[in-house]
Antibody, heavy 118, light 110 residues
Framework: QVQLRESGPGLVKPSETLSLTCTVSGGSITNYHWMWIRQPPGQGLQWIGFIYYTGSTSYNPSLKSRLTISVDTSKNQFSLELTSVTAADTAVYYC????????????WGQGTLVTVSS | QSALTQPASVSGSPGQSITISCSGTSSDVGGYNFVSWYQQHPGKAPKLMIYEVSNRPSGVSNRFSGSKSGNTASLAISGLQPEDEADYYCSSYTSIRSYVFGTGTKVTVL
């Protein structure tokens, strides 16, 4: 069974960089697209972006200027970096696996809360 | 990109059927069959319920069904059960090679 686990700091200061890593176990990172999705407290889901195992990416236009998603196939991990964060970036961040040719994300991490505050 | 539009809340009694709509545009819902639906219980990660408009992943009850007409997708839940009480989100692929989620619908079992 594929499992995903997000890791990274739970508290980031305003104007600094938010960095998270998703570790995939129980399956290979190759041949799949991998997603980042976030959910501000009490609000809905927001798609952040995805990366293919080859390194090809697509980003939410509203975050594109601050966002980098990368992949390390040797570690079965992919990562997110979001620069110049503000309180509006406070959210639960999820990583997920995209089911091929389906439009759906079939495996999700448990999510990690990142709070932006001084 | 704007979020897809869903009703804020839908309710029904046990055993009844309900439908949740997801309204988009020809650049997302109407243009692609990559529409999916997620169920989210409080404090939990979303769970894929429907993909490619109407397909159910293994293990998802056949009480859940999806459809699409034009720029609007729908999720139907038949035989409503207490455990169906949750938030539901639609999602669609878009013309700019991105994804967009719906605004979310809270389903209450009366």
């Amino acid at each position: 069974q594929v499992q995903l686990r997000e890791s990274g700091p739970g508290l980031v200061k305003p104007s600094e960089t938010l960095s998270l890593t998703c570790t995939v176990s129980g399956g290979s990172i190759t041949n799949y697209h991998w997603m980042w999705i976030r959910q501000p407290p009490g609000q809905g889901l927001q798609w952040i972006g995805f990366i293919y195992y080859t390194g090809s990416t697509s980003y939410n236009p509203s975050l594109k200027s601050r966002l980098t998603i990368s992949v390390d196939t040797s570690k079965n991990q992919f990562s997110l970096e979001l620069t110049s964060v503000t309180a509006a970036d406070t959210a639960v961040y999820y990583c997920a696996r995209h089911k091929p040719n389906s439009g759906g994300n079939d495996f999700w991490g448990q999510g990690t809360l990142v709070t932006v505050s001084s | 990109q704007s979020a897809l539009t869903q009703p804020a809340s839908v309710s029904g009694s046990p055993g009844q059927s309900i439908t949740i709509s997801c309204s988009g545009t020809s650049s997302d819902v109407g243009g692609y069959n990559f529409v999916s639906w997620y169920q989210q219980h409080p404090g939990k990660a979303p769970k894929l319920m429907i993909y490619e408009v109407s397909n159910r992943p293994s293990g998802v009850s056949n009480r859940f069904s999806g459809s699409k007409s034009g720029n609007t997708a729908s999720l139907a839940i038949s035989g409503l059960q207490p455990e169906d009480e949750a938030d539901y989100y639609c999602s669609s692929y878009t013309s700019i090679r991105s994804y967009v989620f719906g605004t979310g619908t809270k389903v209450t079992v009366l």
